[in-house]
């Protein structure tokens, strides 16, 4: 997939954003959270 907006990657970006902690960590990305505890989600 290519995005349109953003030239290139941004991995630089998030490496210097994170300043030596792993990328993955939840508090730098909440892909990796854990969300058991979030309430569930309820359409109208």
């Known amino acids: 997939m ?3 907006v953003l030239p290139g990657s941004l991995m ?3 490496v210097l954003y ?3 902690a ?3 960590h939840p508090y730098l ?4 959270g854990d ?4 309430p569930a989600i309820r359409h109208p």
């Open 29 to 32: 990305s909440p892909l990796f």
């Open 18 to 20: 994170a300043t030596g």
């Open 22 to 24: 792993e990328l993955s």
């Open 35 to 38: 969300l058991a505890d979030f």
């Open 12 to 14: 630089r970006n998030n």
């Open 2 to 4: 290519v995005d349109v």
